[in-house]
């Protein structure tokens, strides 16, 4: 079994902050399934179950993005067996698979068959008349692939009369697979009062539609994946006193020849570092919650579009901006939550691109680095510092946000360097690890 050492490799969560986790509890499960829970060594929820559980249990409709192996499955499936287990009506679970199919029957009688929680599997290459049977037998739990629960709607051997809360597992695996016709027809046959949950790795035009035509206000959750969502990306990180940072970021983005994201804890850094950075000669603007929207959207914008090379965010104006092509992503401060560590990375290496990430770490700040890399599961290479950090230019007065366009890019004719250990896992050579 997977374990989980940290309550969030979390994500957006737009309506919620990310709550400590103190186990299962506190989410509003029931104590039986807590002790279920208990017994089978489920102790900490994982990002989308902290997540999902609070919201399910309120009966609400639920968007998650999350790929399988974030623990999905309980996310709806505890709150499911848990308002079956209160008479409030039968489950539907419509999944791509029938592996998929097996393994969610299985994680459900785990958890809600010591409660007498009954399924019903109804997936293509077994027999009718044994799902038939099962069917039979009154299950609080339907779960099947849509093609089969189809088979059995047609020939009125289930009903979905009951169903008070459907949820569509791997909705866009079902849509890359051509079950279009069948969801929409299982849409169109369940009970207008219901529950709808869907997931999804991903969020193409046809979920969000499904989304906003059959759910009530659905609320969104996404997760990233634990550990993946670095593959493509390689890290680094500097120990490096507070009072050099600027020196070092000087440095680093004269190494660098493409778009730089640079992230910092607090807003007043941002206006800071935008400034050191202008000063350096480069084009920059600042994202955070200080600045109007439409300065914010300029910012975003002119970093798309290449006006500005070097874009300055704190995490929440930077959560969601979605920006390909992101050469560089730079921690000038470690993250508060080491969640957001991994959107932050997150936003490089985009679209299968290669990207590269570096983190500034105070020499008190270790701690802080092994909370990170137990998220990842893994360690982060620590590059040695360079030997001189030059003195960054004094930042003049504060200029309009356009100025420097002149000099944009000035510093793409400077030969790349290697500066950091693009394109290499585990460090560069030339700075050995300490
Ligand atoms: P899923 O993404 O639902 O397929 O779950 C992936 C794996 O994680 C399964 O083997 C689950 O049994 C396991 N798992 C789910 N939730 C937890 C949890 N809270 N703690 C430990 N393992 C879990």
Same mark, same amino acid.
């Given at each position: ?19 400590? @986790? ?49 623990? *999905? ?88 009369? *009951? ?20 969801? *929409? ?103 955070? @919650? ?145």
């Amino acid at each position: 079994m997977m374990s989980w050492h940290s309550p969030a490799a979390s994500g957006i969560l737009q309506h919620m902050q990310p709550q400590p @986790s103190s186990g299962f509890s506190g989410l509003g499960i029931a104590p039986n399934l807590l002790n279920s829970l208990h017994k089978h060594k489920y102790v900490h929820p994982t990002p989308i179950q902290e997540r999902s559980i609070p919201t399910a249990l309120e009966g609400k409709d639920l968007v998650g993005i999350a790929q399988t192996g974030t623990g *999905k499955t309980l996310a709806f499936g505890i709150p499911m067996i848990q308002r079956s287990l209160q008479g409030g009506g039968h489950g539907l679970i419509v999944l791509p698979t029938r592996e998929l199919a097996i393994q969610v029957r299985e994680s459900l009688q785990k958890i809600g068959g010591e409660f007498g929680i009954k399924t019903a599997l109804l997936i293509g290459g077994t027999a009718m008349g044994r799902q038939i049977a099962e069917i039979q037998r009154g299950p609080d739990i339907v779960i099947g692939t849509p093609g089969r629960i189809i088979d059995h709607l047609d020939h009125r051997t289930l009903s979905f009369s *009951k169903v008070a809360v459907l949820v569509l597992d791997e909705a866009d695996r079902m849509l890359d697979m051509g079950f279009a016709p069948q969801l *929409k027809r299982i849409l169109q046959h369940v009970p207008a009062q219901r529950q709808t949950m869907l997931f999804s790795a991903t969020m193409p035009p046809a979920i969000m539609q499904i989304a906003s035509s059959y759910m009530q206000l659905p609320v969104r959750i996404e997760v990233v994946p634990q550990g993946t969502a670095a593959t493509n990306v390689t890290q680094e990180v500097f120990v490096v006193p507070r009072n050099q940072k600027s020196a070092l970021l000087h440095k680093i983005l004269s190494e660098y020849h493409g778009s730089i994201l640079v992230f910092t804890r607090m807003k007043f850094s941002a206006k800071r570092i935008t400034r050191v950075v202008r000063a350096a000669g480069y084009t920059a603007a600042e994202l955070h @919650s200080n600045r109007s929207l439409n300065q914010r959207t300029d910012a975003l914008e002119g970093f798309k579009n290449g006006r500005y090379r070097v874009l300055i965010a704190t995490d929440i104006a930077a959560r969601g901006i979605d920006v390909t092509n992101i050469e560089l992503v730079i921690n000038y401060d470690l993250p508060q939550q080491a969640e957001d560590y991994v959107h932050r990375i997150g936003r490089t290496g985009r679209a299968g691109a290669s990207g590269h990430a570096i983190s500034f770490a105070t020499p008190d700040q270790r701690g802080d680095l092994r909370t990170i890399e137990r998220l990842l599961r893994k360690s982060l290479p620590i590059s040695k510092l360079p030997e001189s950090l030059p003195e960054p230019p004094e930042p003049a007065m504060e200029r309009p946000s356009g100025h420097g366009a002149s000099q944009r890019f000035d510093r793409n004719r400077r030969p790349h360097h290697g500066f950091g250990n693009r394109n290499r896992q585990g460090g560069n050579p030339r700075f050995r690890r300490h």
